[in-house]
């Protein structure tokens, strides 16, 4: 799988382990990158593989997370970003 360096701007994509750093690689791509990027990457890591970590990240954005929540079929509830953002809801200025 081939990394597109402005995705990855704050690391040299040559030092990137795609399996040590599996985590940051599906997080950085799910929430930045194209819609080829996200498919290359779910048949590079599997589907499982890819749902399993998103349910665990810390932060996805709204539209994120509704994307993932359709792609994976899972509710939105079940994904650790949206019980930490329950936890912490955002003040009303």
């Not at 950085?28 to 665990?56: D, P, Q, S």
Request: a positive charge; charged letters at 30%; hydrophobic letters at 40%.
């Amino acid at each position: 799988m081939t990394l597109r360096p402005s995705l990855f701007w704050d690391v040299d994509v040559k030092t990137i382990d795609l399996q040590k750093h599996r985590i940051s690689v599906i997080e950085r791509i799910t929430l930045r990158g194209r819609w080829e990027e996200f498919k290359t990457m779910l048949n590079f890591y599997g589907k499982e593989t890819v749902k399993e970590t998103l349910l665990e990240v810390r932060y996805l954005d709204k539209v994120t997370l509704a994307f993932c929540s359709t792609i994976f079929e899972i509710p939105k509830s079940e994904f650790r970003c949206y019980k930490l953002a329950q936890l912490n809801p955002e003040h009303l200025d």
